[in-house]
């Protein structure tokens, strides 16, 4: 079993940062991409941004720019720095994982308040 679980989530203004992380544990697992989803009240779960095991990177255009995600392949972790944020960003925000299947942690909380 692979377990993934998010931290870093939180309350913040328009304007300000968070860091997300997403640990990956249980059967160790090399990933062939992890990255990050959110879903706002209402609305479907969309892609935020995903990293290959080889480092290439994919964005959603409303956050290219802001957001940067990273990796560290030999700790399995994910990570989503998301700076200048907008309460447009509000949302639950949800760690992917594929290799064989395709895994999802339980999602961490981001509101940003105007």
């Known amino acids: 079993q692979v377990q993934l679980v998010e931290s870093g989530g939180g309350l913040v203004q328009a304007g300000g940062s968070l860091r997300l992380s997403c640990a990956a544990s249980?059967?160790?697992?090399?990933?062939?991409?992890m990255g990050w989803y959110r879903q706002a009240p209402g609305e479907q779960r969309e892609l935020v941004a995903t990293?290959?095991?080889?480092?290439?990177?994919t964005y959603a255009d409303s956050v290219r720019g802001r957001f940067t995600i990273s990796r560290d392949n030999a700790d399995n972790t994910v990570y989503l720095q998301m700076n200048s944020l907008k309460p447009e960003d509000t949302g639950v925000y949800y760690c992917?994982?594929?290799?064989?299947?395709?895994?999802w942690g339980q999602g961490t909380q981001v509101t940003v308040s105007s």
């Open positions: 990293i290959t095991k080889g480092g290439t990177t």
């Open positions: 249980g059967r160790r697992i090399s990933f062939n991409a």
């Open positions: 992917n994982a594929v290799s064989n299947f395709n895994y």
